[in-house]
Nanobody, 120 residues
Framework: QVQLVESGGGLVQSGESLRLSCAAS????????MGWYRQAPGKQRELVAA???????NYADSVKGRFSISGDNAKKTVYLQMNSLKAEDTAVYYC??????????????WGQGTQVTVSS
């Protein structure tokens, strides 16, 4: 079993910042990718940012220059620093991990989500 514990969501005003954290635990031998997706009401879930085990990062065009993803491999934790937040960033943010277990089987796993609301 794998658990993803997300924290850091909340309600902020436009232009403010938030920092999301996600800690993975359980039967994880190695992590290939961790990241964040988001889903706004009536919209499809979309990639926000991801980071690989070699610290390669990928961002949605809409957040480039405002959001920054980082990771701590030892703690199996990923962070998303969100600056200059806009109303359109309002969504449920889901932590994501692609990992291998001790039997070398690969899995994708999602967290329960944390609400981010930006008021204009």
């Amino acid at each position: 079993q794998v658990q993803l514990v997300e924290s850091g969501g909340g309600l902020v005003q436009s232009g403010e910042s938030l920092r999301l954290s996600c800690a993975a635990s359980g039967s994880i031998f190695s992590i290939k990718v961790m990241g964040w997706y988001r889903q706004a009401p009536g919209k499809q879930r979309e990639l926000v940012a991801a980071i690989t085990s070699s610290d390669s990062t990928n961002y949605a065009d809409s957040v480039k220059g405002r959001f920054s993803i980082s990771g701590d491999n030892a703690k199996k934790t990923v962070y998303l620093q969100m600056n200059s937040l806009k109303a359109e960033d309002t969504a449920v943010y889901y932590c994501y991990v692609n990992y291998r277990d001790y039997a070398n089987r690969a899995y994708d796993y999602w967290g329960q989500g944390t609400q981010v609301t930006v008021s204009s």
